[in-house]
């Protein structure tokens, strides 16, 4: 029998965070055709290689389809779902009975869909009575939040994609945008052909973004808050600051600027320390100086790490000292780097938020209570990812739930996190593969999510833009919404009422109602003009940036372009970074800075991009980069192994040579597991260092020792 060929679905893309609109023509036998959706204003019916190879990993190979219990013998044996939700319920009740709610735990992902987040954020902090809810978000973006915070008063990205075909000047700092964001990238590219835009590119590593930079800047590691604190300066003592706007709209800022010629006193030190050029400083902030319309994307190299925070508010500025926020063309520009960081953090995701971008104050912890009528609101922030693991490992978590996403490879100290998983009481996890290194840390019980293609619900991108993503493939087996299993626990707990959503529409009309409910405008993140949408409405939603305060508001926004922030006194602040310095310096034990990222066709640890060849083509094997006089010092050759060593763990590798890495520095993809790869794992030897404000780990920066093989 021919299979039946169904309608085509719009879709979005669930890797990074740009957030391409995808069309999928489902087979009819579990495949589909994937292309790029024309109308959806984050690509124009662009994807990048990951986006189109979606079709190649659709296949139910590797999938878990069935609840998983193990057994008094220890083995994992087929489960039911009812027996499964009631022995979370029970471990999680008796727990919290025993030894209070801060011993038990959830842990989430930027991959979730935003209705998915909501529930387990609900669970946690109205009904388990715990904050400890904190997210893999916390190692992408978390000094973003932290950042923008301690300037708005709000985690409000100012910007809009439209900004980079609208600037004259796009400078990109610790973002390698080519490939880990390329359908953005691309879109600068055009906006560059079309009207000239110089790009000035800062990061230690020469990527494929900094190849096609009108000046690159290859600043030392840890190093950016100098180069920007010399800007800063540079820009007061050429009369490039904008008097009227730093006297309307902010405060602080003869702080900062006396911080910034303490740390940046002239342009020899700011070379010295950050290692650019004299005259390569002078141009760049030259550049800045004369291009109103500046946009300052960074990502990952800013905020993964232990100053990372400091890093952010030191770009944000240089940008309210200019008045280069909130219009055409210009401001600070966080690029997430999951499909749904934003979502995370707008349901409250993050451990030290609460709900709809409200906080722990006395004033939101009872607002939020009343709205959810919780009878165990957590009233304290909980723990964040890191911290979160340290309590597991210390036995003060007991109970875990992991949703979707793979702690045993990618949080800092990985091998060591392993050990900590199987010492907990009792650990579940959420999953869509049947193995990976996670489920490998012997989790008393496994459920079966639903995955992309399968699962239904929003997810939110870089520029604040909620995109449906939307099933085209049924259920397979027996897994169930993520949203769904959490909502069935909660019940199973006695909270009927709270938890009666028969749909991700009915969860993502709560969502929109809390961030409604009494907000007057104080609140940055509000979806009144949501809360109504009937399951029809819902279902055809057209991608919307938010705010949306009223029906049929489909406008894309910028914040800020009337200098209201949403502090006390409605002023931004200028925040002064701490002197700029690595936590972890280099020794003879360990002469090399390690740097970690992502490669062009892979995403995390491989799990779904793993399963096109066509993908793993293009960077086959785990590899270093190292500069080329570095490996012939060390006698390592190209294509040839070396093992990596740092304080806390190993690898083995293979050498790349490369001019673009700095020397004394390298540079390793995350991507590889144990599943993937033999003793290729890097953030095992990453350090447990965070950043004090954000809990960011510091994942740029690790002392290492490098050997030939
Ligand atoms: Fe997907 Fe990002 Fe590529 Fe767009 S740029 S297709 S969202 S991976």
Same mark, same amino acid.
């Given at each position: ?51 189109? @190879? *979606? ?24 489960? +039911?779902? &009812? #027996? ?23 842990? $989430? ?29 916390? *190692? ?43 359908? $953005?990238?691309?879109? *600068? ?49 050429? +009369? ?69 925070? &400091? ?15 909130? =219009? ?18 707008? !349901? ?18 009872? %607002?939020? %209570? ?9 009233? =304290? ?43 907990? &009481? ?73 938890? @009666? ?80 310095? $690595? ?12 740097? #970690?990222? =992502? ?19 293009? $960077? ?21 192994? !070396? ?30 597991? +144990? ?21 960011q780990p510091e994942s740029k920066a690790t002392p290492v020792a490098a050997m030939a093989l």
């Amino acid at each position: 029998v021919a299979p039946t060929v169904q309608p085509v679905m719009r879709t979005t893309c669930p890797y990074c965070g740009v957030g391409c609109g995808v069309l999928a023509s489902p087979d009819g036998a579990g495949g589909a055709s994937i292309a790029g959706d024309p109308d959806h204003p984050a690509n124009f019916g662009r994807l990048c290689s990951k986006g189109s @190879a *979606l079709g190649e990993t659709l296949g139910l190979e590797t999938r878990l389809l069935h609840p998983m219990a193990r057994g008094r013998d220890g083995r994992m044996a087929r489960a +039911d779902w &009812d #027996t499964a939700i009631g022995s979370i319920a029970q471990a999680f009740g008796k727990t919290i009975e025993t030894h209070g709610p801060d011993a038990v735990a959830i842990y $989430l992902s930027g991959q979730l869909l935003t209705e998915d987040y909501y529930a387990a954020n609900k669970l946690a902090k109205g009904f388990l009575g715990t904050a400890n809810v904190d997210t893999n978000s916390r *190692l992408c973006m978390a000094s973003s939040v932290a950042g923008h915070r301690r300037a708005f008063g709000s985690d409000t990205v100012p910007g809009v994609y439209a900004d980079l075909d609208e600037a004259d000047l796009v400078v990109l700092i610790g973002s390698n945008a080519a490939w880990c964001h390329p359908i $953005l990238f691309r879109r *600068l590219e055009a906006a560059r052909a079309m009207r000239g835009t110089k790009l000035v590119v800062i990061d230690p590593r020469r990527t494929a973004t900094g190849d096609e930079a009108d000046l690159f800047l290859p600043v030392n590691p840890g190093k950016d808050t100098v180069l920007f604190a010399g800007l800063l300066a540079w820009l007061a003592d050429h +009369d490039a600051l904008d008097h009227a706007y730093i006297d309307a709209h902010t405060t602080g800022l003869a702080d900062t600027l006396a911080g910034a010629r303490a740390m940046a006193p002239d342009i020899a030190a700011v070379a010295r320390e950050t290692g650019v050029s004299a005259a390569d400083l002078v141009q760049f902030y030259t550049l800045f100086a004369t291009h109103e319309r500046a946009v300052t994307c960074y990502s990952q190299g800013v905020n993964q790490s232990a100053q990372g925070t &400091d890093k952010v508010n030191a770009i944000i500025n240089v940008h309210l000292a200019t008045g280069r926020i909130g =219009r055409p063309g210009m401001g600070p520009f966080s690029l997430t780097g999951q499909p749904n960081a934003m979502g995370g953090r707008e !349901v409250g995701g993050l451990a030290n938020q609460l709900a709809a971008h409200m906080n722990f104050t006395p004033v939101e912890i009872d %607002r939020v %209570r009343r709205f959810w009528q919780a009878p165990r609101l957590a009233e =304290r922030e909980g723990l964040k990812a890191v911290a979160m693991f340290e309590a597991i490992a210390a036995g003060r978590i007991k109970a875990l739930w992991i949703m979707g996403t793979n702690p045993a490879v990618s949080l800092p100290r990985a091998g060591a996190m392993r050990e900590a998983l199987e010492s907990l &009481d009792f650990l579940v996890v959420s999953e869509n593969v049947a193995s990976n290194d996670t489920l490998s840390c012997r989790p008393h019980l496994v459920l079966p999510a639903l995955a992309w293609g399968e699962k239904d619900g929003t997810v939110t991108n870089s520029e604040r833009r909620i995109s449906r993503q939307r099933a085209f493939l049924p259920p397979p087996g027996e897994a169930r919404p993520d949203w769904w299993a959490i909502a069935q626990v909660g019940r199973r707990l006695g909270f009927d009422e709270a938890f @009666a959503w028969r749909s991700a529409a009915d969860v993502f009309r709560e969502h929109a109602a809390l961030s409604a409910f009494e907000n007057d405008g104080s609140r940055d993140f509000d979806l009144s003009g949501l809360a109504m949408l009937d399951d029809a409405a819902f279902n055809i939603m057209a991608p919307v940036q938010w705010p949306v305060r009223s029906a049929g508001d489909s406008a894309d926004k910028r914040f800020f372009a009337d200098g209201h922030f949403f502090t006390p006194d409605h002023r931004a602040r200028f925040v002064t970074p701490k002197p700029a310095r $690595l936590a972890r310096e280099t020794s003879t034990d360990f002469p090399f800075i390690l740097n #970690t990222g =992502r490669i062009r066709d892979q995403w995390h640890t491989m799990t779904r991009t793993g399963l096109s060849p066509r993908l793993g083509a293009h $960077l086959p094997v785990p590899f270093v980069e190292i500069h080329p006089s570095d490996a012939t010092k060390l006698g390592i050759e190209h294509g040839g192994l !070396v093992s990596l060593r740092s304080a806390h763990g190993s690898a083995v590798v293979e050498a790349r040579l490369s001019v673009g890495q700095k020397r004394g520095a390298l540079f390793a993809p995350i991507h590889w597991s +144990d599943a993937t790869s033999s003793n290729a794992r890097i953030n095992d030897l990453v350090a447990r260092i965070t950043d004090p404000v954000s809990g960011q780990p510091e994942s740029k920066a690790t002392p290492v020792a490098a050997m030939a093989l």
